[in-house]
């Protein structure tokens, strides 16, 4: 047996199949022939023989069939010929065709989109060598720089080098600098001059074995290398990102003998990387990335290379071969007590040897890197998703109802064809061919629309500010996804309409008329569907209701401050070179905030450290005589004197900060009402000493000054413990500038700007906004669950009740002949329209009957996104009842109205 | 007249053989053959017959052309090929392994 020539003979007959059948056909019409002449000579007569012919030799067509599906191609030929013939037949009912592919490309494309921003930040594997063998030390929590006595989230730079250099259970190790520096810095022409202008660099400082140790290869010219990483300062080199190359050098070819300075420093620039790699940081992308030897000499230059006990840097090792995670976490934790208690400087008193005792650093998978934001939206994007899947079922559901209506209507062509020898199996097959081919072209319009909803989504998720970095262009990964669900929802909503129509009783259905009886029997399932799609829009809608009821509690908190009419802005002075404590910063500030009160409309103005939403310095009060004060964490707000007026946050008792307050005079600091009842529990707060944390000069701050309480970081949370200073007595380098007026905001905007820069043409003025927007800002998770849940909400009652309509107009017109007859026997028209309207009452009430259990269980596992009411909140529940219920009885009215209008005499002839 | 079917795996068996001995059929004339063969005690059903046809033609056991008919009709015939012959013996040899296992089975009964 020749198994080539077998597959030749196969691939042949391919292309010969239809010549293939009519041979067939013939074959076997000689055969009846002769079976017929046989029968004739053996006496019978010749209509006689014709039958016993035909009865002997059986069905031809199946007999064809069967014998051309030995040959296997079969399956491929009849798919081909169900998918002309399934979008012939979606065609031909083209409004359900509309409607069915709208929603599914709706419910595929949410789906898409939503999962293409769950992807980007939650799922996808980092673009690097093995990234499932990288492991983080510590949780990825923290970012920053700090002087503690041990850290598990951040670790010196001589921790690392020790680690790295100690450890057995890693193959290597690499120190990536927990913040990224954003600098204004000048790429240089060939001739190395600056002459355009500066621009903002994010700049990513990373041990020398951070490239290798991901396996990272440059796309152009080198990446860093241990060798860029020895000793402190002088390695000016400097590795591109792709975007940052294309953007800034438009693709140089050239560009490895350029230079790029940042601050004092000129950097050569030795690499570009890969176009697909944006770092280890999801939600990132740095436009360099330059060796942590330099680390002091990038603005704002941060001293951190040297000193054993001042940490920045987050710690990844990539685990050799066959080590487990809790090998390595044994080994990382060890490794931390020996060398912590090895550094030359260190001190090691009985407070700091408990700490240590009590430190254990856990170690974190980070496949999918780190990310800021993944904590962030993690939540929100899992409830989306949750909210999608349940319109793309609730859009099933309607189809399926649809497809089952069709498929009555389609009774008798599917009975016709099983009369004449079709396969039920063969039926079902071409049925289920035509969901999935509806599902793809859903899917395909799905993928269209997915494309511009997550650009749309990213803008909402990124929250006005500058557009997250998140890679959510179309992948392979994006597309199984999309293929897998519409595949699901094809099964979903065609497989019961699919078994449904070939269970026929085939006499039945091949009679003229209609009985109820066959309506009937169909009803249950319908029905079943609709309920459930009921069921399932009330529980979207509650949740909708409880997002949109819990964003207008946000709304409506009091932060402590008033949040209107204040402009706010940040300034940069990094371009005139001041170190934080020159005289002349200080200076600058006074002479901007006095010029900027002369202003005409302008009633008050101050520099802060934070305002709101930004962050924080925080560190404990020392108050003489209290107990664990170390442990109350108060977050240090470092102002001007016009601010508490600026933000009209309310005096309480004493004053706040004055002019007569200097750098000479005695330390002062105005306390928030909290932090005054629990520091300060008995008697007056005022002319009493404190001190401010562990890493603040030894200097004695006197509290002169009560103000009430305001929120800090969120409006979700309680008041904070709060601690003014004056920038006159702790200097800082600031950011924040608030501008309180009256009148409109671009004619203050404009004069601010001008008279800051009429007094310092190089201070860079950004994020020009306004308190009030800097406030919704802190609310972008709310806003963008309450949203979207309130748009998919009433996309789901929308398709619930198309639904609804679909059903009751197919009802009302198989029930045609029932309503004639009740008629004619004197039935007035509003009883007949109460008994449509009846019924989808009744629908809608069972649904909302099952739906409000599931929306509370459902709803409880989002009650950490709620804010001011509980997830059982009696109202979102009413409401959405309420909704339900009356746009349901709107999709009934039609086809009750028809009911009613049904002439009784024509409904009778119908018969 | 009780005519048996044919038992399930020897209808290639049954049209090999045919085939072998009267080198060049058509479909009727295979079908007819074996009933005659058998006396009438075996009858051969179209509904298998046909598709068993192709699947030897598709595995090279057979070739097809048309010719005449005695009634000078057309029709397609069918002979064996070397692939065939091969065949024939393989399936007459596990014929004869299962009865002879069968008459065992039923002697020692």
């Given at each position: 047996m020749s198994l080539p020539g077998e597959i030749?003979?196969?691939?042949?007959?391919?292309?010969?199949?239809?010549?293939?059948?009519?041979?067939?056909?013939?074959?076997?019409?000689?055969?009846?022939?002769?079976?017929?002449?046989?029968?004739?000579?053996?006496?019978?007569?010749?209509?006689?023989?014709?039958?016993?012919?035909?009865?002997?030799?059986?069905?031809?067509?199946?007999?064809?069939?069967?014998?051309?599906?030995?040959?296997?191609?079969?399956?491929?030929?009849?798919?081909?010929?169900?998918?002309?013939?399934?979008?012939?037949?979606?065609l031909r009912s083209r409004g359900l065709t509309i409607v069915a592919l709208l929603s599914?490309?709706?419910?595929?494309?949410?789906?898409?989109?939503?999962?293409?921003?769950?992807?980007?930040?939650?799922?996808?594997?980092?673009?690097?060598?093995?990234?499932?063998?990288?492991?983080?030390?510590?949780?990825?929590?923290?970012?920053?720089?700090?002087?503690?006595?041990?850290?598990?989230?951040?670790?010196?730079?001589?921790?690392?080098?020790?680690?790295?250099?100690?450890?057995?259970?890693?193959?290597?190790?690499?120190?990536?600098?927990?913040?990224?520096?954003?600098?204004?810095?000048?790429?240089?022409?060939?001739?190395?001059?600056?002459?355009?202008?500066?621009?903002?660099?994010?700049?990513?400082?990373?041990?020398?074995?951070?490239f290798p140790m991901l396996g990272v290869r440059a796309q152009l010219g080198r990446t860093l290398t241990e060798a860029d990483d020895t000793t402190e300062g002088d390695h000016p080199v400097v590795v591109l990102s792709n975007g940052f190359w294309k953007r800034a050098m438009a693709s140089d070819p050239d560009v490895l003998n350029r230079k790029i300075k940042l601050g004092d420093t000129i950097y050569t620039i030795i690499g570009v990387?890969?176009?697909?790699?944006?770092?280890?940081?999801?939600?990132?992308?740095?436009?360099?990335?330059?060796?942590?030897?330099?680390?002091?000499?990038?603005?704002?230059?941060?001293?951190?290379?040297?000193?054993n006990f001042v940490q920045s840097l987050n710690v990844i090792g990539r685990l050799k071969p066959g080590v487990s995670l809790a090998q390595a976490t044994t080994e990382v934790n060890l490794l931390l007590q020996q060398i912590t208690r090895g550094f030359s400087d260190v001190d090691l008193s009985q407070k700091n040897l408990k700490e240590l005792s009590k430190t254990h650093v856990p170690l974190t998978p980070i496949a999918n890197g780190l990310s800021s934001i993944r904590r962030q939206f993690s939540e929100p994007l899992q409830i989306l998703?949750?909210?999608?899947?349940?319109?793309?079922?609730?859009?099933?559901?309607?189809?399926?109802?649809?497809?089952?209506?069709?498929?009555?209507?389609?009774?008798?062509?599917?009975?016709?064809?099983?009369?004449?020898?079709?396969?039920?199996?063969?039926?079902?097959?071409?049925?289920?061919?035509?969901?999935?081919?509806?599902?793809?072209?859903?899917?395909?319009?799905?993928?269209?629309?997915?494309?511009?909803?997550s650009r749309f989504l990213l803008r909402m998720v990124s929250g006005g500010s500058e557009i997250l970095p998140l890679d959510i262009s179309l992948n392979l990964h994006l597309l199984g996804f999309t293929l897998a669900v519409t595949v699901a929802t094809a099964i979903l909503f065609g497989t019961i309409p699919a078994f449904r129509a070939t269970s026929l009783h085939l006499t039945d259905s091949l009679k003229e008329g209609r009985g109820p009886s066959s309506a009937g029997a169909r009803n249950p399932l319908a029905k079943g569907l609709v309920i459930s799609q009921v069921a399932l829009s009330l529980v979207l809608t509650v949740g909708a209701g409880l997002f949109l009821r819990s964003l207008s509690n946000l709304n409506r908190v009091d932060p402590g401050f008033n949040r209107k009419n204040v402009l706010r802005l940040q300034i940069e002075t990094d371009a005139l070179g001041y170190k934080e404590d020159d005289p002349r910063l200080n200076a600058l500030f006074q002479q901007i905030e006095s010029r900027v009160n002369e202003l005409p409309g302008v009633k008050a103005a101050s520099f802060s450290a934070f305002t709101f939403h930004e962050g924080s310095w925080s560190g404990a009060m020392l108050v003489p005589g209290m107990p664990n004060n170390e442990d109350i964490t108060v977050h240090q707000n470092v102002v001007g004197n016009g601010y508490f007026k600026t933000m009209q946050i309310p005096l309480i008792a004493g004053r706040t900060f004055s002019t007569a307050d200097t750098a000479t005079s005695q330390h002062v600091a105005v306390i928030s009402e909290r932090t005054a009842k629990m520091l300060f529990p008995a008697g007056n707060p005022i002319g009493r000493h404190f001190r401010v944390g562990r890493n603040e000069p030894e200097r004695e701050y006197e509290v002169i000054g009560i103000v009430k309480d305001v929120k800090f970081d969120s409006l979700q949370e309680e008041p904070a413990y709060i601690n003014y200073l004056s920038y006159a007595q702790r200097p800082w380098d600031f950011g924040d500038f608030e501008v309180r007026y009256t009148g409109p905001f671009s004619n203050i905007s404009s004069s601010v700007q001008q008279a800051i820069k009429s007094i310092n043409p190089n201070v860079r003025i950004t994020h020009v906004t306004t308190l009030d927007e800097q406030l919704s800002r802190s609310m972008t998770n709310q806003r963008l669950v309450a949203q979207l849940s309130a748009f998919f909400g009433a996309l789901a009652v929308f398709l619930s009740s198309i639904g609804i309509y679909g059903l009751m107009s197919y009802v009302v017109s198989r029930r045609t002949n029932e309503i004639g007859i009740r008629m004619a026997l004197g039935a007035a028209r509003s009883d007949v329209s109460w008994l449509v309207a009846r019924e989808i009452l009744s629908l809608v009430a069972i649904g909302v009957g099952i739906g409000i259990p599931a929306a509370l269980v459902g709803n409880h596992l989002v009650a950490n996104m709620l804010y001011g009411l509980k997830s059982t909140d009696p109202l979102s529940l009413v409401a959405a009842a309420v909704l339900l219920l009356s746009v349901a009885s709107i999709a009934g009215y039609f086809p009750a109205r028809r009911a009613s209008r049904v002439d009784p005499m024509q409904a009778l002839r119908y018969e | 007249m009780s005519r048996d079917e044919i038992p399930p795996?020897?209808?290639?068996?049954?049209?090999?053989?045919?085939?072998?001995?009267?080198?060049?059929?058509?479909?009727?004339?295979?079908?007819?053959?074996?009933?005659?063969?058998?006396?009438?005690?075996?009858?051969?059903?179209?509904?298998?017959?046909?598709?068993?046809?192709?699947?030897?033609?598709?595995?090279?056991?057979?070739?097809?052309?048309?010719?005449?008919?005695?009634?000078?009709?057309?029709?397609?015939?069918?002979?064996?090929?070397?692939?065939?012959?091969?065949?024939?013996?393989?399936?007459?040899?596990?014929?004869?392994?299962?009865?002879?296992?069968?008459?065992?089975?039923?002697?020692?009964?």
């Open positions: 030749k003979r196969r691939i042949t007959m391919l292309f010969h199949r239809d010549q293939l059948g009519r041979e067939l056909e013939e074959e076997m019409n000689v055969h009846l022939e002769l079976l017929r002449q046989q029968k004739i000579d053996r006496g019978l007569a010749p209509t006689a023989a014709t039958r016993a012919a035909h009865l002997k030799f059986g069905n031809t067509a199946r007999i064809k069939e069967k014998s051309l599906m030995a040959w296997g191609s079969e399956t491929l030929e009849s798919i081909f010929s169900d998918i002309s013939y399934g979008i012939r037949a979606l599914l490309a709706l419910g595929i494309g949410a789906n898409t989109a939503i999962f293409s921003l769950l992807d980007a930040v939650l799922l996808r594997s980092l673009p690097v060598n093995n990234p499932q063998q990288l492991v983080l030390l510590g949780t990825g929590d923290a970012s920053g720089i700090g002087n503690n006595f041990v850290s598990t989230e951040l670790y010196s730079y001589p921790f690392y080098r020790q680690l790295r250099e100690k450890n057995t259970v890693f193959s290597d190790v690499a120190a990536i600098f927990s913040m990224t520096d954003n600098v204004h810095g000048f790429v240089l022409n060939s001739t190395g001059d600056t002459n355009s202008a500066s621009e903002l660099m994010h700049v990513k400082l990373v041990s020398g074995s951070y990387s890969p176009t697909e790699f944006f770092g280890t940081t999801v939600g990132e992308s740095p436009d360099m990335w330059v060796p942590l030897s330099m680390v002091k000499f990038v603005p704002p230059g941060y001293d951190a290379y040297s000193k998703m949750a909210v999608v899947a349940l319109v793309l079922l609730i859009a099933c559901a309607n189809i399926a109802n649809l497809l089952l209506a069709r498929s009555t209507v389609r009774a008798r062509e599917l009975a016709v064809r099983q009369a004449l020898g079709a396969r039920p199996s063969r039926l079902i097959r071409q049925l289920l061919t035509e969901s999935l081919t509806l599902a793809l072209v859903g899917g395909f319009l799905g993928v269209g629309f997915a494309l511009i909803a | 795996g020897t209808l290639y068996l049954l049209i090999l053989k045919t085939l072998a001995l009267r080198k060049r059929l058509h479909g009727y004339e295979i079908a007819e053959a074996i009933e005659q063969r058998s006396e009438d005690i075996l009858q051969v059903e179209e509904g298998s017959l046909y598709p068993a046809l192709q699947r030897m033609l598709i595995k090279g056991w057979v070739v097809a052309e048309w010719g005449i008919t005695a009634g000078n009709r057309r029709a397609r015939y069918y002979t064996l090929t070397a692939d065939g012959k091969k065949q024939l013996s393989v399936e007459l040899s596990k014929f004869q392994r299962i009865m002879g296992a069968v008459s065992k089975v039923i002697q020692t009964a």
